[in-house]
């Protein structure tokens, strides 16, 4: 059964039609990248499956709660990591204080970083700090996880770890919905891709059907990761 269906969905902005007539499922336990160029829509979907841009038109069936990693971190730079994991959970969700800070001193230890507890977001790597806002939208207990280009603000060296907690994530069996431009992660980890172009869905299926698919603009993209 899916977890998230997305029927006909369309936004423009002025007069530039970004998405055009977008439709797809997620189930539950799946892992489901969303590839193309820039420009070609997959961030606006994201902004509108979070709420943060309203649709045209379209239909949004989900009825779960969510987090969102964002490409630059957005933690909040005068509360700690500690607080910044654990504010909205206990602000927003209401949970007692001492089970999220517990929680989230394990989810902490899970990103490799029990010792970073009291530190501020300007004394961690642009690596740390991206664990902590996957540590963030965790702590919320989200049914289902977005994920914005995590790695596009961060050097080359510090990409991996990143990647490799998302892939953590996906034999945990979360649902994650993410937006990139790692091919090699997409085509290891997602149960099913979707490739954008021009604001519509091109190609879409399982990592092997997408990326062996004998489509034009297909190949053209993938031409460009290859080289």
Same mark, same amino acid.
């Given at each position: 059964?899916?977890?998230? &269906? ?81 504010? /909205?959970?206990?602000?927003? #969700? ?20 029990? @010792?970073? /507890? ?9 690596? #740390? #700090? ?12 989200? @049914? ?10 961060? @050097? ?57 698919? @004998?489509? &034009? ?8 990761? #290859?080289?």
């Amino acid at each position: 059964m899916s977890l998230l &269906e997305v029927k006909n969905l369309k936004k423009s902005f002025d007069d530039n039609e970004v998405l055009k007539d977008i439709s797809f499922n997620v189930n539950e336990g799946e892992v489901l990248c969303i590839i193309g160029p820039s420009g070609s829509g997959k961030s606006t979907v994201l902004r509108i499956l979070t709420k943060l841009e309203t649709k045209d038109s379209g239909e949004i069936n989900f009825d779960g709660t969510f987090g969102l990693v964002f490409q630059n971190f957005n933690l909040f730079p005068h509360y700690s990591v500690m607080k910044n994991i654990s504010d /909205a959970p206990i602000n927003v #969700q209401k949970r007692d204080k001492k089970e999220v800070e517990k929680e989230a001193k394990e989810l902490l230890k899970k990103m490799g970083l029990e @010792d970073k /507890a009291d530190a501020y977001p300007c004394e961690l790597s642009g690596g #740390q #700090q991206q664990r902590v806002s996957i540590a963030r939208a965790l702590a919320m207990n989200p @049914d289902i996880l977005y994920f914005d280009e995590p790695t596009s603000a961060l @050097d080359p060296e510090l990409t991996g770890e990143i990647l490799n907690v998302m892939k953590d994530l996906a034999e945990e069996n979360i649902t994650m919905v993410i937006v990139t431009h790692e091919m090699n992660f997409a085509k290891n980890v997602a149960d099913n891709i979707i490739f954008m172009d021009n604001g519509v869905i091109v190609e879409e299926g399982t990592p092997e059907e997408v990326f062996n698919s @004998d489509n &034009e603009r297909m190949q053209s993209f993938l031409g460009k990761f #290859q080289d």
